[in-house]
C-alpha cells in the first residue's frame, strides 16, 4: 500500500517553490512510488499559459513533464491561481472511486485534477476534495481570457512610475478564471459524496479554509494576508459544512504560512514552502 503526502502552493515555481517536490529538498521521494501520491494544495500554477502562447505553453510542458516522471503521483487540488479553462478540458476519468480531470506528460506519465467535491479512496485513506478560493486583487488586475479575446482595454499601473495607463489585453496579462469560485453544481456534488459518506472521512484537502480557521491561522502570524479573510464563497460553503464532517485532518494552502493546530479536537494543517509532509 501506498503513502500519502501533501505539499503546498507551487504557483508554477515563480518563487522557487517546486524545488521541494525533488530529491534535495525532499529526500524521502527516493524510497516512493507512483502507488504513492503528493497532494498538491492548490495555486499549482502550471498549465497556465494558453497554446496560442507558444514559447510560454512549450516551456510549460517541459515543466509538467519532468513533475510527471519523479517517483510519485502527483494530484492537485485547484487554487484560486489556475487556468480552470485549460484544466476543465482535461478527459474527466474515473479513479480512485472519483472523477478526476488527467492531464499526461509529453513522457506519457499522468499528474491529476481534483473535480471539486469529489471524495477519493486513496492508500485505503477516504479523502474529501473542495478546490478554489476568491482571488483578492482590485478589479483592473483580474483580466480574463474572454477580454483578450475581446481585446478589451484595462488600467495598468506602470512598476516604475506608478502611473496608470490604459493598454489592450494581452495573453500575458490573463490572470483571472471565473471558476475559482464554486458553482452549485460543485456545491451539489460535494453534499451529495458527503451524504453518500456519512459526513465521515480520514483527510479534507482543500485550498482555502472555512473563515474560522482562517482567523485563527492568522490570529499569531505576523504575515500580511489578513486580506483572505474578505468575501469568499469557498471558504463560506467550507465553513457550512466544517461541524457536519468527521475527519482526521483538514489540510489547506493558500495562506502562505505554516500552521498545524487542533482547533476544537480537530486538526488543521496550512502547508507553505517546504518539503511535504506526510498525512499519517
Known amino acids: 500500500m501506498g503513502r500519502n503526502f501533501i505539499i503546498g502552493d507551487l504557483h508554477g515555481n515563480v518563487s522557487g517553490e517546486e ?23 492548490g495555486d499549482f500554477g502550471y498549465l497556465w499559459r494558453y497554446p496560442e502562447f507558444i514559447n510560454k505553453y512549450k516551456q510549460e510542458q517541459r515543466q509538467m513533464n519532468n513533475i510527471g516522471k519523479l517517483n510519485f503521483t ?6 484560486n491561481h489556475e487556468n480552470y479553462d485549460l484544466i476543465y478540458a482535461l478527459p474527466l476519468i474515473k479513479k480512485w472511486g472519483g472523477l478526476v480531470y488527467e492531464y499526461t506528460t509529453l513522457n506519457n506519465d499522468k499528474i491529476y485534477f481534483a473535480k471539486k467535491g469529489e471524495i477519493y479512496n486513496i492508500n485505503n485513506k477516504k479523502i474529501f476534495t473542495f478546490g478554489g478560493a476568491k482571488t483578492i486583487k482590485s478589479k483592473r488586475d483580474l483580466i480574463t481570457y474572454e477580454m483578450y479575446k475581446n481585446k478589451e482595454s ?14 489592450i489585453a494581452s495573453l500575458n496579462d490573463i490572470c483571472y478564471w471565473k471558476q475559482e469560485d464554486p ?11 458527503l451524504e453518500k459518506h456519512n459526513y465521515k472521512v480520514d483527510y479534507v484537502l482543500t485550498h482555502t479554509a472555512p473563515y474560522e480557521i482562517i ?24 465553513s457550512s459544512i466544517k461541524n457536519k464532517i468527521n475527519f482526521r485532518i483538514w489540510a489547506f494552502g493558500h495562506l502562505h504560512i505554516n500552521f498545524d493546530k487542533v482547533i476544537d479536537n480537530q486538526r488543521f494543517i496550512c502547508h507553505y514552502k517546504k518539503e511535504p509532509i506526510e498525512l499519517d
Not at 506602470?158 to 502611473?163: K, L
Not at 458553482?183 to 459524496?193: G, M, R
Open 19 to 41: 524545488k521541494f517536490l525533488y530529491f534535495k529538498k525532499f529526500p524521502e521521494a527516493r524510497n516512493l512510488t507512483k502507488e504513492d501520491v503528493v497532494f498538491q494544495l
Open 74 to 79: 502527483l494530484f492537485v487540488i485547484t487554487g
Open 154 to 167: 484595462f488600467k495598468k499601473e506602470d512598476p516604475f512610475t506608478g502611473r496608470i495607463k490604459r493598454k
Open 183 to 193: 458553482s452549485l453544481e460543485d456545491i451539489l456534488n460535494a453534499k451529495n459524496n
Open 215 to 238: 482567523e485563527q491561522s492568522l490570529k499569531d502570524s505576523k504575515d500580511k494576508y489578513y486580506s483572505k479573510i474578505n468575501v469568499c464563497d469557498t471558504a463560506a460553503f467550507l
